[in-house]
């Protein structure tokens, strides 16, 4: 036999039978493969203890008895485009295993090993496996001494898909509510998309919160229960059948709001060559901040309400190009991003000199 290796002498142990004249050789801590074990003619003989007339020589192969058998119990898992093995220890009191070799294949392809580490866990997960696709899967255990044989391909496994992530959120600010909307997942996974979950956050995604509604495969909802002028993030998973997919989380927050509130306490009072017109902020701004105010004023000769020319940004102004010798009344509107309060409740009536 070609490329046969010499058995090293220090692995024979030589064991000699007085009562039945006979020998026994035990090679011990051989890696695998072919040996060939020579014994000299003249430390060897026949059972009449006639030495023989050549060497003894004995062509063999060692099998794997420095390197662990193959694991048992192996069960596959079908996860989202994964799959999960596990499998038992083998019963092994030969040198310490070390690591496991995990291999896989697709229907009619060859074997490939899944780079999991080294390590002596028994199990192991194959990710980013094509959907849909049978995989069979193999396992041997490795030592000091080499790789053991493999155990028997399991049975094939399929594995299976949630949706991707949705795309494309936007929300719409209300009174109270932010009218949400998403683009569908264009891979829905192992099945049509069955429902989506909505959550919100206050606190730029520290927390979340599930938006509790009934079942559904629309694509917009209006998340309502919200708190004007408090910036919401929103994010989207969509299901099918075997489960949640991955969050999608909106690029901007939403802030909801309303019209603000009247202002108040309107007063209008004669200093020399002017009228000082003053008034207190709304109690509410409706969630977005008050940009501006709009002063109205009534010559009380008619009924007609006639606005300044500028609006203002402070809560008082000073009037001055009115007609004098006549008698006015004032109020005024705020106006935010969102739109103008309503008015308020006028001033006395003043007359200017």
Do not use: C, H
Not at 49 to 74: K, Q, R, Y
Not at 176 to 183: D, M, Y
Not at 222 to 233: D, P, Q
């Amino acid at each position: 036999m070609p490329g046969l290796a010499a058995v090293p002498a220090d692995r024979i142990v030589l064991a000699y039978d007085a009562a039945t004249r006979s020998a026994q050789v035990t090679v011990n801590n051989l890696a695998p493969g072919s040996y060939r074990l020579t014994l000299p003619r003249l430390a060897a003989s026949d059972r009449a203890g006639v030495p023989l007339a050549a060497d003894a020589v004995a062509e063999f192969t060692a099998e794997s008895n420095l390197v662990p058998p193959p694991p048992s119990a192996i069960t596959t898992a079908a996860g989202n485009r994964a799959v999960r093995v596990s499998w038992s220890a083998p019963t092994w009191t030969g040198p310490p295993i070390t690591d496991y070799v995990v291999q896989m294949r697709l229907e009619g392809r060859p074997w490939s090993t899944l780079s999991d580490g080294v390590s002596t866990r028994t199990f192991a997960t194959a990710a980013n496996l094509q959907q849909g696709k049978p995989y069979y899967f193999r396992i041997a255990a490795v030592n000091a001494y080499g790789t053991g044989q493999f155990s028997a391909e399991t049975a094939a496994v399929v594995p299976v898909a949630v949706p991707d992530m949705v795309k494309e959120i936007t929300g719409t600010r209300g009174n109270g509510f932010v009218q949400l909307r998403w683009v569908a997942p264009t891979v829905t996974g192992d099945g049509p998309i069955t429902n989506y979950r909505v959550q919100y956050s206050a606190d730029n995604g520290v927390s979340w919160t599930t938006f509790v509604r009934a079942a559904s495969r629309a694509t917009s909802v209006a998340v309502t229960g919200l708190a004007n002028g408090t910036a919401y993030f929103f994010r989207v998973a969509a299901f099918n059948r075997l489960g949640m997919g991955l969050d999608a989380i909106s690029a901007r927050a939403v802030t909801p709001a309303t019209i603000p509130g009247a202002p108040t306490g309107v007063t209008a009072i004669v200093t020399g060559q002017e009228i000082q017109v003053s008034w207190t902020a709304p109690v509410s701004n409706g969630g977005s901040p008050i940009v501006n105010y709009v002063v109205q004023y009534r010559d009380m000769r008619t009924s007609k309400w006639v606005p300044l020319s500028r609006p203002v940004s402070a809560s008082t102004t000073a009037v001055a190009k009115l007609p004098r010798n006549a008698s006015y009344m004032f109020r005024v509107t705020a106006n935010t991003a969102i739109g103008s309060s309503p008015v308020s409740a006028p001033s006395s009536v003043v007359k200017f000199p």
